[in-house]
């Protein structure tokens, strides 16, 4: 038996949502697919172009995938070369000593030398002594 309160429920928050959503999938099916014949006799007039059920899913799709390509350019671009200057740390960043790690902690907030990241990344995949070789 379910209570009478306002509170927000599973179940409520589950049908508010997916009410709306599949109502106006319906909606989009019948537009697509029943000819117009069919919804003017049925007192349908007011449609939008058909052409516009298959444009406006691939205007969206398109748009989608060169944002988000743009964004991985964008990211690429801002990021610094390896070779860099900007990948040096300062003095206060290399007195930050790494204390034994316990097991199932979370390590402490520290900058990782460029080169450990290399040597993890590319070189040796059995590196020891790496900060991330607890994540494998």
Known sequence: ????????????????????????????????????????????????????????????????????????????MNTAPLASVDNITDHYAKSQRVDEDQDGVIPRLRDVPISEINRFFYLDPGAQGCVCSGFR
């Open 1 to 76: 038996m379910v209570e009478s309160s306002p509170s927000p429920l599973l179940e409520r928050t589950t049908h508010g949502f997916c009410t709306p959503l599949h109502h106006h999938y319906f909606l989009y099916v019948v537009w697509a697919v029943v000819p117009n014949v069919w919804l003017h006799t049925a007192g349908l007039t007011y449609w939008p172009q058909k052409y516009w059920a298959l444009a406006a899913p691939i205007y969206l799709l398109v748009t989608l995938s060169t944002c988000l390509v743009l964004l991985f350019g964008v990211n690429l």
